[in-house]
């Protein structure tokens, strides 16, 4: 079974800025699409990023295109989302998600696997 962990998050100041990581125990990892989503305290989850193992294809929410790469570490089964000059409107919870296809996706109900989440805050 995959089972994302994240790790990465923290405050940080408008301006600055994070790199989440997010690590899978399954083999199988290697087929999937691996993406971000985040959820601010009131707000619906939403889509921030996503990259498929084979070829590293990328897709980007327009709020955070530009300041943000995802990125993955094939021979350590990681997905990393640098995060650059964040704005207090990024802050909330970050998840990574696991989908079984090869395909991206930013519908939340396409991914199979969830990880916990880790909390993002950027202070103005």
């Known amino acids: 079974q995959v089972q994302p962990v994240e790790s990465g998050g923290g405050l940080v100041q408008a301006g600055g800025s994070l790199r989440l990581s997010c690590a899978a125990s399954?083999?199988?990892?290697?087929?999937?699409?691996m993406g971000w989503f985040r959820q601010a305290p009131g707000k619906e989850r939403e889509f921030v990023s996503a990259?498929?193992?084979?070829?590293?294809?990328?897709v980007y929410a327009a709020s955070v295109k530009g300041r943000f790469t995802i990125s993955r570490d094939n021979a350590k089964n990681t997905v990393n989302l640098q995060m650059n000059d964040l704005k207090p409107e990024d802050t909330a919870v970050y998840y990574c998600?696991?989908?079984?296809?090869?395909?991206?996706?930013?519908?939340?109900?396409?991914?199979?696997?969830w990880g916990q989440g880790t909390q993002v805050t950027v202070s103005s």
């Open positions: 998600a696991a989908r079984a296809r090869p395909t991206l996706s930013d519908v939340g109900g396409q991914y199979d696997y």
């Open positions: 399954e083999r199988t990892f290697s087929s999937y699409v």
């Open positions: 990259i498929t193992w084979i070829g590293g294809r990328t």
